[in-house]
């Protein structure tokens, strides 16, 4: 499933994804409950959580038995592609140049990280 707009996470949210898009197998809220033991949540907080990013698209719900198994329905790459195109976006009128600028604050940067910039343009451009 591909996300068609981005929804901002919570940190807590972003937490729990973390270990959803870490995990090898769809997780459960035990399981969930069990990693996050020392933010002591309820799993009625924790299926707050769940459903929230299921209703954003980020998470997938299936039910076995009685259990529900969440799994990423996008991957921590997409959805990070998303984000940083939505403050380009944003932030910046889609403007590369504009965000590098602010970013350096109108600052020197050193020839490492010139070069560096360089050669992903360069890479980039090559997979058109």
Known sequence: ???QKVYKMSNSE???MKVIWGSAA???VAQLL???ESRKWKAQTMATF???LAEKGLIS???QAKTNLYAPAVTEQEY???EAQHLLSSMYDGSLQNFLSALYGGGEINANEAEEV???FERAGKSD
């Open 50 to 52: 769940l459903t929230r």
């Open 61 to 63: 719900i299936n039910k």
């Open 34 to 36: 069990n990693i996050f």
């Open 1 to 3: 499933m591909q996300m």
């Open 118 to 120: 360089k050669k992903w």
């Open 26 to 28: 769809p997780v459960t």
């Open 80 to 82: 990070r592609r998303l």
């Open 14 to 16: 972003m937490e729990i």
